[in-house]
């Protein structure tokens, strides 16, 4: 069995802003994302990982810094990163906007998993991304315990594919900024969660 730590990274100023940043946003941390890095570290630094990965962009590889401070490599993965919302990223929040937005919800939920906006993926597009990844993760990491740093969309994307096998579930898998999913994987591609969007390590935190 391989157990995946994955995590979600710390907030962006595009977060506090209700902004679709995708796959095209390079941002950074802003200071609470920074808090909320570290506050995920001093609760969980007990657990020794046997490899960390991180999307290829800026904000997880910040929210992991405490982590390579401690002398972690941080393993770069293409199937991490997030999910390419084409003409929404970067757009402001508006009406318009979030009909949109919605509209590729109820698509994806009702079967149409092929659907994207132009300039960018669809949900079967992400998960062909991540796939080959994952596929072999079992066998390069038996018994192994993982730490891997993504985004919430592609969070959705990874876990549906590996639990459900299903892309329409994508809704059951929200993640808070920093929050832990714990999802174990047996040899056999079996995956189950035993935990599913924990913050409770950002409950002390002052806002």
């Given at each position: 069995m391989t157990t995946l730590y994955f995590i979600r990274h710390g907030e962006t100023d595009y977060n506090r802003q209700g902004i679709i940043q995708g796959g095209g946003i390079d941002s950074d941390l802003n200071e609470t994302g920074i808090r909320q890095a570290h506050s995920f570290y001093q609760n969980y630094q007990h657990i020794g990982f046997d490899a960390v990965y991180a999307s290829p962009l800026r904000r997880t590889h910040q929210?992991?810094?405490?982590?390579?401070?401690?002398?972690?490599?941080?393993?770069?993965?293409?199937?991490?990163?997030?999910?390419?919302?084409?003409?929404?990223?970067?757009?402001?929040?508006?009406?318009?906007?979030?009909?949109?937005?919605?509209?590729?919800?109820r698509r994806w939920e009702s079967g149409e998993t092929h659907f994207r906006y132009a300039g960018g993926e669809?949900?079967?597009?992400?998960?062909?991304?991540?796939?080959?990844?994952?596929?072999?993760?079992?066998e390069r990491h038996p018994r192994q315990k993982l730490l891997l740093c993504s985004h919430g969309r592609q969070l959705r994307v990874i876990l549906a594919a590996l639990v459900d096998r299903d892309l329409r579930a994508m809704h059951k898998y929200g993640h808070h900024n920093t929050a832990l999913t714990i999802v174990h994987i047996n040899s056999d591609g079996h995956a189950y969660v035993e935990k599913h969007n924990d913050h409770s390590h950002l409950h002390p935190m002052k806002s």
């Open positions: 929210t992991l810094h405490p982590w390579k401070i401690q002398g972690y490599e941080l393993r770069i993965e293409e199937g991490l990163k997030e999910f390419d919302w084409g003409s929404l990223e970067g757009v402001k929040p508006s009406e318009a906007q979030e009909k949109e937005f919605s509209d590729a919800i669809s949900p079967v597009d992400a998960w062909k991304r991540a796939e080959a990844f994952f596929s072999t993760l079992t």
